[in-house]
């Protein structure tokens, strides 16, 4: 155990090391020089607005670390320019429920008052901004050069009910745009009908801009949405084999359980809406087999050992749930595998009586399909999951199977 486990726990604090670095070029605003700092940003692609940033003046320079307080803002150059700028805010950070998996209560209502980073999406006569707090949750805010940010509210919650719980919007928002885009009558009307979503409003204020000024061109600011998110896995797989059928077959027996390490790469594709519950889980993963069996059905086998050390590459394709608030968020898995067999290190049959070996299956199955589910908990960018497996085996006609059961302990970290 200790073999498989330390290895592998060795890789992969070693590569999340190293991968939690995504270091861009940018700019650190600081106000007290009234200049502008350049060099490189390290960019971890966010869930949520960042508290801090590191920042270095040259690639092998010292880092330092900025929060909102310290400087007026930042930018990033990766796949355009990302803006963010400091602003004192107070919004409501309540987790309103919008899930039917939590018990339906009426949470405590939260509100957060305090200097932070806030991604500029519009730059025009209103500039157009959002924040996404600890829980997901995500805002929208308006700004008018020399006033106070104002959020624009909203709110979704699931709300008790006689008959079950039911949803509830409060739209506050809308009336808010339409007051202040009261003066063009077609973007006041198109205010109370638009929906909360970035790309949705950042449509909104670049349409009111340029009928304000058709000649200039309205400055968008990138906004990354659904991101895709890559990183490594890697765990212990304890898996256990057992022949179906084929009695008579002279490679039945009782098969070892053993231990084989999984690792490997992830993709995680998220798909739309803010707080991204659902998406495409994709990983393209090593394993090995081990197993042996003593041939001690029959008296003319006694002595004979049959034993399998397999090496595989999986593609697994998986759904993906993940509750959407909170610090500690729960996830669900449920997939298909499909396993190359890449090295036979051990295909034997040891023969007792004449001392010989030979191939154990003549015509081993390469290919090996598999269902896959499991749980997990996420933190961050770091996730640990437990996994269930079951799979075809490598026998070669449906006559004789021996699916391998596996129970997984997996670690991963988004890079």
């Not at 670390?65 to 990033?76: L, R």
């Not at 950042?202 to 200039?216: C, M, N, S």
Request: glycine share 8%; charged share 20%.
């Amino acid at each position: 155990m200790k073999k498989v486990l330390l290895p592998l726990m060795g890789c992969l604090v070693a590569m999340a090391t190293y991968g939690q670095q995504n270091y861009v070029p940018g700019t650190v605003a600081i106000p007290q020089q009234d200049d502008s700092l350049r060099g490189f940003i390290d960019f971890k692609n966010w869930t949520s607005s960042p508290g801090e940033i590191h920042f270095k003046s040259t690639q092998n320079g010292t880092v330092t670390k900025y929060t909102p307080d310290q400087i007026s803002g930042f930018t990033m150059q990766s796949n355009g320019e990302i803006i963010y700028v400091s602003k004192h805010l107070l919004l409501d950070v309540t987790p309103y429920i919008v899930s039917t998996t939590q018990r339906v209560t009426q949470p405590e209502t939260e509100l957060m008052d305090s200097t932070v980073f806030i991604q500029q999406l519009v730059v025009g006569d209103y500039n157009l901004y959002t924040y996404t707090d600890k829980y997901q949750r995500v805002h929208f805010m308006y700004g008018v050069p020399g006033q106070e940010i104002q959020e624009l509210k909203y709110i979704k919650t699931l709300v008790p009910a006689p008959e079950g719980s039911k949803l509830y919007e409060k739209r506050e928002y809308q009336e808010q745009l339409s007051t202040l885009f009261k003066d063009d009558s077609k973007i006041a009307r198109q205010a109370r009908n638009v929906e909360y979503r970035d790309d949705k409003l950042i449509a909104l204020f670049v349409a009111y801009h340029q009928k304000q000024h058709p000649d200039e061109k309205v400055a968008v600011k990138q906004n990354k949405k659904n991101p895709v998110y890559w990183g490594i896995v890697a765990g212990p797989s304890f898996n256990s084999f057992k022949m179906k059928n084929g009695e008579d077959y002279n490679r039945h027996g009782d098969y070892s359980s053993s231990v084989g390490p999984v690792a490997g790469l992830f993709l995680d594709i998220p798909f739309g809406g803010a707080t991204r519950k659902f998406s495409l889980y994709n990983e393209l993963i090593f394993k090995s087999y081990s197993t042996d069996a003593k041939m001690d059905m029959s008296r003319l086998l006694e002595g004979d050992v049959t034993t399998f050390k397999l090496n595989y590459v999986q593609i697994n394709i998986m759904a993906q749930y993940i509750y959407p608030r909170g610090l500690v968020r729960p996830f669900v898995h449920i997939g298909v595998g499909n396993a190359l067999l890449i090295n036979e290190k051990k295909n034997d049959y040891y023969d007792a009586s004449r001392d010989e070996h030979s191939d154990a299956v003549s015509d081993i199955r390469k290919l090996e399909q598999s269902l896959v589910g499991g749980v997990g908990v996420k933190v961050s960018r770091f996730q640990l999951e437990v996994r269930g497996a079951t799979t075809t085996g490598w026998m070669p006609t449906a006559m004789v199977s021996m699916p391998v059961n596996s129970l997984q302990i997996i670690a991963g970290v988004r890079l």
